[in-house]
């Protein structure tokens, strides 16, 4: 118990982030379906977006920096608006090929 | 204390194992149809995290838009007639595991780059004292909707043009097959829920002025509503049947924040620089129509773009 409050938490969502956005790169690189390489692809976005949020993160006693939380607010909306186009793009192309 | 720091301590590292393990095998997993699910439930342990790293209003947007949302589009491009559909890594699994070893490194080099900097971001570039600074002249009291409104409206404004830059480019698409099927028990059920997901999406708006909440949160409660019409059976999803409406809905959001910020730069204020005194209704005017905007933006990705009638 003693070792384990030791672990600052930024140190630990900053690492975590930093994982999922190289997981993510990983799939969005060797992944041969668009969907999957979708998928991917917001992992490595959450990853982003959750390195930003632990470095906004000061601590259970101050209020976090509110400039990266409206940062990643607008990366999330953007993220899905692309999103939502690359899934279109994929259902026109599986309706073309279909026929 | 030192029990419930440690508490704590337990709390992140297993949010944390489960975050990750999920997020592996949504990339991982062969099959697509899983790999989907995994995604959603990813999402949601994530606004979990931004919760407990006092992210509430990050918390809200993932829980609508990164899970929900984003599951209901994924969602939509499974077909009706194939029951699973398998992806492996198509390399050889020497490749895959160098390339997986490659990204680990490139990930630890940028963690030792970023956590090498990291003691001196309190001194260098946070900006959030300036925030607090300026706070009482936003308009609003709630820190995060003072930069996305005020402070770095001009951010807000292009990530809206950014989502009708996409709405455009779906609708410009043409027609997409439907993949979904309508089921009409869901039209007991939206009776229900949309009146109060539009209240819901009402009461976010408002809040957001002075706690966490705010228009994005909003317009995906109302794009929420407008799928569950749509698979309901509703062929217009509860938006308007005559397609200037539509269009004028969707440029709305865009529209009347580039109209405010031009107005304002023609009084004299300078481009969004609102006057102290009217600032709170001006921010209102601009996140009630961009929920609505965003609402229908959403709601019009998943339907493939363009409203049509069932083909009976």
Known sequence: ?99 | MNLLDGLWGVLDLLLVAVLLLLAMAAVLSSDRRRSMMLFIVFGLVLALVWARLHAPDIALAEAAIGAGLGGALLMATLRRDTHQQTDRFPQHPALVWGAGVLVMVLGTAIAWGLLSILPTVEQTWRKGAAVDAQLAFSGVSHPVTAVLLNFRAWDTLLELAVLLAAILGIRALGYVRSTYVTEAAFSQLAVWLVPLLILMAGYILWAGAHSPGGAFQAGALLAGAGILLRLAGYSYAGLPTARWLVRLGLVAGTGVFLLVGLGLLGWGQGFLHYPVAYAKWWILLIEMLATVSIGMTLTLAFMGGIPQKEAA
């Open chain 1, 1 to 99: 118990m003693a070792g384990l409050s030791a672990i600052n938490p930024q140190f630990l969502y900053v690492c975590a982030g930093i994982f999922l956005f190289a997981i993510g790169l990983w799939g969005t690189w060797l992944h041969a379906h668009y969907v999957r390489k979708i998928i991917s692809l917001n992992v490595m976005g959450a990853g982003v977006f959750l390195t930003l949020i632990a470095v906004a993160y000061r601590g259970e006693n101050l209020p976090p920096d509110p400039v990266p939380h409206a940062l990643v607010l607008t990366g999330i909306v953007v993220a899905v608006s692309a999103t939502a186009l690359a899934l279109v793009i994929i259902r026109r192309l599986e309706d073309a090929t279909d026929v």
